[in-house]
């Protein structure tokens, strides 16, 4: 004849099947947790690439009117840099005739982000209502831009080759992402160096 389980014997096995389950929960949650920041983090990874590149491909192109200022906080800087550069691919499909020539000016807005200001008509005149139309967004999740340049024998945070009358010969560019991680902004910083070959061989003429 078999014995039936006691009532004490039920208690026991229910508080170890419920530490057993509550165990495989908290690995599964802390599974899920790492998944989701991983995620998160090649996101803005992501992010970042974006914008560095978009700033490499001009820089690497400037050849003059190079002007960088300094703007923002320490916490949340906003730089702004322009250069004239040759990155430009010509639409073929363009109504008038382009040239590889444009004024590129990295800036952020509040609501865009990262973005770029690109004139193809070096000394066009543009009026406050229609500059939007110049604007393209990079990266709306860069909320800071930090930009320092060097001329081989110093960084300093801001540069004027009209004023200097040189180039840099490098430039560090950092980005704060954003992100929301647990209902809270999380931003994490990002930066690359850029060498300017026009810079390396140009001679320094006068201001």
């Given at each position: 004849?078999?014995?039936?389980?006691?009532?004490?014997?039920?208690?026991?096995?229910?508080?170890?099947?419920?530490?057993?389950?509550?165990?495989?929960?908290?690995?599964?949650?802390?599974?899920?947790?790492?998944?989701?920041?991983?995620?998160?983090?090649?996101?803005?990874?992501?992010?970042?690439r974006v914008a560095l590149r978009a700033i490499e491909a001009d820089v690497r192109g400037a050849f003059s009117a190079f002007t960088g200022t300094d703007g923002g906080t320490e916490d949340r800087p906003r730089d702004t840099l322009a250069v004239v550069t040759v990155a430009h691919q010509p639409s073929l499909a363009a109504t008038e005739k382009e040239t590889d020539v444009v004024r590129?000016?990295?800036?952020?807005?509040?609501?865009?982000?990262?973005?770029?200001?690109?004139?193809?008509?070096?000394?066009?005149?543009?009026?406050?209502?229609?500059?939007?139309?110049?604007?393209?967004?990079?990266?709306?999740?860069?909320?800071?831009?930090?930009?320092?340049?060097?001329?081989?024998?110093?960084?300093?945070?801001?540069?004027?080759?009209?004023?200097?009358?040189?180039?840099?010969?490098?430039?560090?560019?950092?980005?704060?992402?954003?992100?929301?991680?647990?209902?809270?902004?999380?931003?994490?910083?990002?930066?690359?160096?850029?060498?300017?070959?026009?810079?390396?061989?140009?001679?320094?003429?006068?201001?």
């Amino acid at each position: 004849m078999r014995r039936a389980f006691t009532l004490l014997e039920l208690l026991v096995a229910m508080v170890i099947f419920a530490a057993v389950a509550g165990a495989c929960w908290a690995l599964l949650d802390a599974g899920r947790g790492v998944s989701a920041r991983g995620a998160a983090e090649a996101a803005r990874s992501q992010t970042a690439r974006v914008a560095l590149r978009a700033i490499e491909a001009d820089v690497r192109g400037a050849f003059s009117a190079f002007t960088g200022t300094d703007g923002g906080t320490e916490d949340r800087p906003r730089d702004t840099l322009a250069v004239v550069t040759v990155a430009h691919q010509p639409s073929l499909a363009a109504t008038e005739k382009e040239t590889d020539v444009v004024r590129s000016t990295f800036s952020i807005d509040e609501n865009k982000g990262l973005v770029r200001e690109r004139r193809k008509r070096l000394t066009e005149n543009v009026t406050v209502l229609d500059a939007e139309a110049y604007v393209e967004e990079i990266a709306r999740d860069v909320v800071a831009l930090q930009v320092r340049y060097t001329d081989g024998s110093g960084w300093v945070d801001s540069w004027n080759s009209d004023l200097s009358g040189q180039m840099p010969k490098a430039v560090e560019v950092t980005v704060h992402v954003r992100g929301v991680w647990r209902g809270a902004e999380d931003l994490e910083r990002f930066t690359s160096r850029f060498y300017l070959p026009v810079a390396a061989n140009a001679p320094k003429r006068q201001p």
